[in-house]
């Protein structure tokens, strides 16, 4: 192969490894960031302007030699300015808000652990490829699912509470009434958490099949001083074992799910006849030719690395995570519900969808 490889165009060839090159780069980038996020270089540089290599390693207890070539890894990615008059480094208060404040409403520094467990089962992965068949929950480090829980728990902290729920007047009605609610696929607990946190007389019920999450969601709703309202168990949505909810919510569930017009169907029959279903899903389409962007990359390469293939590992319908709306309707439609809305909320990341028996 070379100059006389038919129909090669060797300046695009070169425009192609350049763009392979920053691509590669990014992912072995991000496996510093997941390491600036978990030894705290990220929180130690928010808020402390300019700070030379000895002084970010004596504020974060580090070892220098390693603090310098991370400061310049994240200088070349322009995670923070360098001043080489100076030699310092500076990680500004939008970088901070996004890689270093966990109460901010742009973190996303969580997604590089997310990212760091997702990859770690890429070997597994490959062999699903060969076989079509998937990767348990199980094989799947603690890691991921604490991972996720962080993601989410700044989502509702801004949105849930304050923009999603109040689109639905009945459920606010409701909660405030003293309501009974249920977060199928509840992952740590946050949202039940959240709601009960925020609804003093409602009660809620978060459901996981994943014991280990639901471990985690009673120690959570504990520490947060509501284990006696916000409880756990380990149940599948498609059958639940308890009915008559005035509210049920999942959180980026449906699309990863088993069985998913089993879920909703269950789910429907857990509800109240005049209750309420929330579905979030992710804002993406189902065309593949309008998710050519950073999003569907990111998407499909999570859906793969986790969404399809737990769903495939035990024969389920492997939808992924780049569900759209269309399914969406078509699931609720088959499950039974009568009543389909996408709320009008602009979100960069997430999709509602209230759905009534
Ligand atoms: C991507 S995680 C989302 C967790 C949580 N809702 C959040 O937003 O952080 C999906 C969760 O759904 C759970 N799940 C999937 N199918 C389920 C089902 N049929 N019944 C109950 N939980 C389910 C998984 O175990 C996992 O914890």
């Not at 997604?111 to 799947?140: C, D, I, L, N």
């Not at 390469?301 to 737990?310: D, R």
Request: hydrophobic residues 45%.
């Amino acid at each position: 192969m070379a100059k006389g490889t038919p129909g090669l165009d060797l300046e695009k060839a070169k425009n192609v490894a350049q763009t392979v090159v920053g691509d590669v780069a990014s992912v072995v980038h991000g496996a510093l960031c997941f390491i600036g996020d978990r030894v705290g270089l990220f929180k130690a540089m928010a808020g402390a302007g300019a700070l030379t290599i000895d002084e970010l390693a004596t504020k974060s207890g580090l070892s220098a030699r390693y603090v310098r070539e991370w400061l310049g890894a994240m200088a070349a990615a322009h995670y923070v300015e360098y001043d080489a008059g100076a030699d310092t480094y500076l990680l500004t208060p939008e970088y901070a808000a996004v890689l270093a404040d966990e109460d901010s409403p742009f973190f996303i520094g969580s997604y590089f652990q997310m990212a760091q467990a997702a990859v770690s089962v890429a070997p597994k992965v490959a062999e699903a490829f060969r076989t079509g068949k998937g990767v348990t929950q199980a094989e799947y480090p603690q890691s991921f699912f604490e991972a996720a829980e962080r993601n989410s728990r700044t989502r509702y902290q801004h949105k849930l509470l304050r923009k999603w729920i109040p689109a639905m007047p009945q459920v606010v009605e409701s909660l405030q009434a003293g309501g009974l609610a249920a977060d199928v696929g509840c992952g740590g607990g946050r949202a039940a958490i959240m709601i009960a946190q925020a609804y003093p007389k409602a009660r809620v019920v978060g459901f996981d099949i994943h014991a280990e999450s639901i471990e985690r969601a009673r120690r959570n709703a504990q520490a947060a001083g509501v284990g006696d309202r916000a409880t756990f168990e380990v149940a599948n949505g498609t059958g639940l074992p308890t009915h008559g909810f005035d509210f049920v919510s999942t959180f980026d569930v449906v699309h990863d799910s088993v069985d998913p017009v089993g879920l909703m169907s269950g789910i429907r029959h857990a509800l109240k006849p005049d209750g309420t279903y929330l579905v979030q899903e992710l804002n993406i389409s189902n065309k593949v030719g309008e998710n050519l962007k950073p999003m569907g990359k990111m998407v499909y390469s999570v859906s793969t690395l986790y969404c399809m293939t737990t769903s495939l590992a035990h024969g389920g319908a492997g939808i992924g995570a780049a569900m759209g709306e269309p399914k969406a309707r078509e699931l609720a439609s088959a499950a039974g519900f009568s009543r389909f809305t996408r709320l009008p909320i602009k979100d960069d990341f997430a999709v509602l969808y209230e759905l009534r028996p």
